[in-house]
């Protein structure tokens, strides 16, 4: 398997140069790269896509740790557990009217 890696700010890349060679997709979160083209990448699906050389030529390329991934994705529940209570409050209100006008 792939045995090298190196974070990448990949939101610091234009949008052209991010994107899988096969698919199109904008990578942000991984891609594999190779040393016999370091400008190509590839999305983790389609790495057998690359190019011809070892899969232990290829080096993963990955924005955040996995450190860092627990306090993102707690932040992300916290925004997610805030639009669930705003829309709870929305259909109360709504719900209120409608049987005010009863």
């Known amino acids: 398997g792939v045995v ?13 140069e991010r994107q899988c060679e096969t698919c199109k997709t904008t990578c942000f979160l991984s891609a594999i790269t190779c040393a016999c083209d370091p400008n190509k990448l590839v999305c983790l ?8 050389c070892p899969v232990t030529n290829h080096c993963l390329r990955y924005r ?7 306090s993102m994705l707690y932040g992300v ?3 997610a557990q805030s639009y ?3 829309v709870g409050k929305v259909r109360e209100a709504l719900e209120a009217e409608l ?3 009863k």
Do not use: G, I, M
């Not at 090298?4 to 052209?16: H, I, K, T, V, Y």
């Not at 955040?64 to 627990?70: I, N």
């Open 45 to 52: 699906y389609h790495v057998s896509d690359l190019c011809s």
């Open 64 to 70: 955040y740790t996995l450190d860092e991934l627990p």
């Open 77 to 79: 529940k916290e925004r």
């Open 4 to 16: 090298d890696s190196e974070q990448e700010a990949f939101e610091l890349l234009p949008d052209d």
């Open 99 to 101: 049987n005010h006008k």
């Open 84 to 86: 669930d209570n705003w």
